[in-house]
């Protein structure tokens, strides 16, 4: 049996070291959090988060440090390189033992794939991954699993269509490796280009239920699930490369009218052109709900890897 003890001191840095029986101890008790979103709470009095961030952040870096305050807790940090003494040539792991000093947590984004893993090897304290260049994203993952149990009622049974920039998005990488663990039928859909990438579905071989396809129009009437992703630009080494898949999938109204009527259409955020504001009013827009789970479910690992719970 799982018990909040045993997220104490932990790292949060890949959906691979969770398994089914944590993941939902941890959106359980997300959804404990709610009230104390709402009213506050000494929980987390005296503890320091620090949020070290190499690359852009609207709702990772904040819903981190709201979720750190609504707990009583206080945050340090940056959300630009450029002004730490990583301009003067720190390297990063001098700058987390130094950062460790400081805190009882850290948060940490950065461009490289192993940038969390290696944070976590030289920290003493608990190392949450907010994003490791395009490799993972594991607290997206959670809010995301969040989101569709509270839409949904559960995991279990539903199709899900993963829609976009399969290769560079982070998220999809950890939402794939999450869904591994649950009875789901994923629907990997994107451009030849950007299809999932190998190492990922290598890692879930024999456990996940998925099909490849770059029809989504096909697919769209079966779903319960569609989950959108934004094209990384900011990945592609050739901009050219960008251009020609830049709008490749496009979801608006009158495209859903093919859907089931309680179909879910979720974005991590943030989209550009992929999803079209003329959803944003109909009832299967979940994306900026979804954000609102993100509070819940960084509040729980905050409090469960503190030991606070
Ligand atoms: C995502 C990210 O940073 O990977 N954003 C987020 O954290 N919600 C998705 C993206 O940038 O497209």
């Given at each position: 049996m799982v018990e909040a003890s045993s997220f104490k001191g932990r790292d949060v840095v890949s959906m691979l070291d969770f398994n089914r029986e944590e993941i939902d101890f941890i959106l359980d008790k997300a959804s404990e959090m709610k009230p104390l979103a709402e009213r506050?709470?000494?929980?987390?009095?005296?503890r320091i988060l620090a949020t070290l961030f190499f690359e852009p952040s609207t709702r990772t870096r904040l819903s981190f440090e709201a979720a750190m305050h609504r707990l009583g807790g206080e945050v340090i940090g940056f959300a630009?390189?450029?002004?730490?003494s990583i301009a003067k040539g720190e390297s990063f792991e001098d700058t987390i033992r130094t950062v460790e000093n400081y805190a009882d947590v850290i948060v940490v984004r950065h461009p490289e794939e192993d940038s969390a893993v290696r944070a976590a090897r030289v920290a003493e304290i608990p190392v949450i991954n907010a994003g490791s260049g395009p490799w993972e994203h594991p607290t997206q993952a959670l809010l995301d699993l969040h989101t569709i149990r509270e839409a949904?009622?559960?995991?279990?049974?539903l199709n899900i269509a993963l829609v976009g920039?399969?290769?560079?998005g982070r998220t999809v990488h950890s939402l794939a490796f999450a869904l591994a663990n649950y009875d789901v039928k994923l629907y990997l859909v994107s451009p030849p280009q950007l299809k999932m990438r190998r190492d990922v579905l290598e890692k879930v071989e024999g456990r996940l239920n998925y099909v490849e396809t770059g029809d989504l129009k096909s697919i769209l009437p079966e779903l319960d699930v569609l989950y959108v992703t934004r094209v990384q630009k900011e990945r592609f080494p050739r901009p050219e490369d960008y251009e020609a898949v830049k709008d490749a999938y496009r979801i608006d109204r009158e495209m859903l009218r093919?859907?089931?009527?309680d179909l879910i259409v979720m974005h991590p955020l943030p989209r550009v052109t992929e999803i079209a504001t003329d959803v944003d009013e109909t009832p299967h827009a979940w994306y900026f709900r979804q954000v609102r789970h993100g509070l819940y479910v960084r509040m729980a690992l905050l409090a469960l890897v503190l030991g606070a719970l």
């Open positions: 506050g709470s000494d929980l987390l009095k005296g630009q390189p450029g002004v730490s949904k009622g559960r995991i279990d049974g920039d399969l290769l560079y093919d859907a089931r009527e």
